[in-house]
């Protein structure tokens, strides 16, 4: 990348103007990283920008202590480096952060860290992306220089900022206003540790609300959670092999109903029946919902068996908040002393990305998997298809080879196109 101009555009302050040869990369998590690597392997250079200080900000700041991977550790691995043998078949969040240090490291990837992207939109009397970039560094060490706003200038642009770039905080009558005790997202939580003795309203039962519960639990805080709809429980592991391996396994073989079916029954000669505890099962089978509506099943690691116990308490959905106390629609109060969300989260694409066609409103791309990876004008999107890091690894593998692709094509004809892009920058 080579640094063109300054100018004063509609940013408020001083913009620095940046032309970057290859493409720009969204995003420094697991996806990010993934296609930067895969590019380094063609010869394609890169700039990755990331607003955090940090790669894989997701995994070093937003989430939980006892955090671990819920799938077997072959599936969450990034192209082109296997996780180390010694690692468990689930590995640590500490140990995936070692391995994503390691994977940047061994790639030679310096992303561009505490810059985040404002905007991006596609110029189409250059064919060139714009994309401009605020600061986020804080505090007495952002000088006016680090503070200043960039606008690099691309042929491709990946969004790789994942499905989890902003917390799901619902607006629940008297939450904010009259409940008075400590409330939290579920990224915030870092160990029941501080909830010794406490009543914690859980709010979510996906796979952060049931981990959180059962961490209260061993912390011997008095969990309630709050179960508003259906939710799919799955064992982690059916006769002694991962659940998910088994579905991939069948799927090759049999239909997606018939591989649902056969998980439910499995499931219910592990768990037995859940309704008795207050949990429903949605009409839809686990993966179909999950293919469907992208609503990921919860595997389980022992919250259930809490729940059986009553150490963990199912209650229904929430009327409104108290002070100190929360009314469910049954009518029910229950006095409590903390409240953690874990209602979800949610992509930040629309906020920045200046596109209608290949991304919907909720920041997804539109066309389903396995179509999701490549829009119109050098746009990519790595890590969106709700199959997590193994769906992460397939994207930025295809993007990698076909921007690949182009990149050698471009090169043969380098001085024609270089001389037209400086042209272009100049009427910037
Ligand atoms: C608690 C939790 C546990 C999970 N466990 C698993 C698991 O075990 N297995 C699995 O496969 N998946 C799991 N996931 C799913 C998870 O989404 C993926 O593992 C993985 O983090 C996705 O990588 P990503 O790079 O697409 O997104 P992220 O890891 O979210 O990375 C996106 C990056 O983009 C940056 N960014 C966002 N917006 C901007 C912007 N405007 N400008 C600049 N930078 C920006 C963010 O700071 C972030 O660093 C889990 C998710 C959560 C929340
Ligand atoms: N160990 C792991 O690897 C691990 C751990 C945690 C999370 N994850 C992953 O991280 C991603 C996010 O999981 P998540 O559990 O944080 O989010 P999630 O799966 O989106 O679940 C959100 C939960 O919040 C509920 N909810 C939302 N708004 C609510 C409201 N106003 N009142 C009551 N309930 C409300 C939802 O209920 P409805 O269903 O009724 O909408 C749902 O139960 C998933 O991909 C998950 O697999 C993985």
Redesign the pocket.
Known sequence: MFHVSDHHGDFSSRTRCVWVTGPVI?????????VAACLKEQGVPCVV????D??????QK???DR?????PKK??QLPKLPFPEDFPE?PS?KQ?ISYLENYAKKFDINPQFN????SAKYDETCGLWRVR?TS?TTGSSATASNRAEVEYICQWLVV???????NVVPEIEGLSHEFAGQIIH??EYKSGEDYRGKRVLVVGCG??GM?LSLDLCNHNAFPSMVVRSSVHILPREIFGRSTFELAVMLMTWLPLWLVDKLLLIMAWLVFGSMSNYGIQRPSMGPLTLKNTQGKTPVLDIGALERIKSGDIKVVPAIKRFFKGAVQFVNGEVLEIDSVVLATG?RS??P??LQETEFFSKNGFPKTPFPNAWKGKSGLYA???TR??????ASDATKIAEDIGKMWKEETKQKKTTKACHRRCISQF
């Open positions: 969204v995003g420094a998590g697991p996806s990010g990283l993934a920008l990331e607003r955090a940090c790669i894989a900000s997701l995994w937003r989430t939980y955090l671990k991977l819920h799938l599936f969450c689930y969040k995936f810059e985040s992207v404002q970039t986020t790789a900022t994942g499905e989890n770039a902003e579920a990224c796979n952060s981990e989260y930040n694409v906020s920045w790595v890590g969106f199959r997590g890091l193994s769906g992460a």
